[in-house]
């Protein structure tokens, strides 16, 4: 069993920046992929990042690649976005999510994560 806590999100002015926190609770979580998600007013859940457990491989959409970076701290039991360059587009409640798969090609779905956090907003200004 894995619980996962969001918080970092806030209001941003574009070009800013922001680090989003994804803290776990669950011994098993040095051996789970984290993913963060995100899902704007009347749109489906979307893909940002992702890293595995392990190697730590990361991988991202073109939408934030480049701006968004992923990464984990396991003896912390945290996992963190850190967005810059922020958009007004980026908008959204960001949701973190674990799961025991390691293919790049399942962390994309939202479908292949088991455990999910409640989400923290982040809102970017024009």
């Known amino acids: 069993q894995v619980q996962l806590v969001e918080s970092g999100g806030g209001l941003v002015q574009a070009g800013g920046s922001l680090r989003l926190s994804c803290a776990a609770s669950g011994r098993t979580f040095s051996t789970v992929s984290v993913g963060w998600f995100r899902q704007g007013p009347g749109k489906e859940r979307e893909f940002v990042a992702a890293i595995t457990w392990g190697a730590g491989n990361t991988y991202y959409p073109d939408s934030v690649k480049g701006r968004f970076t992923i990464s984990r701290d396991n003896a912390k039991n945290t996992v963190y976005l850190q967005m810059n360059s922020l958009k007004p587009e980026d908008t959204a409640i960001y949701y973190c999510?674990?799961?025991?798969?390691?293919?790049?090609?399942?962390?994309?779905?939202?479908?292949?994560?088991?455990?999910w956090g409640q989400g923290t907003q982040v809102t970017v200004s024009s």
């Open positions: 999510a674990a799961t025991f798969m390691t293919s790049s090609d399942f962390l994309k779905s939202p479908t292949t994560y088991k455990y």
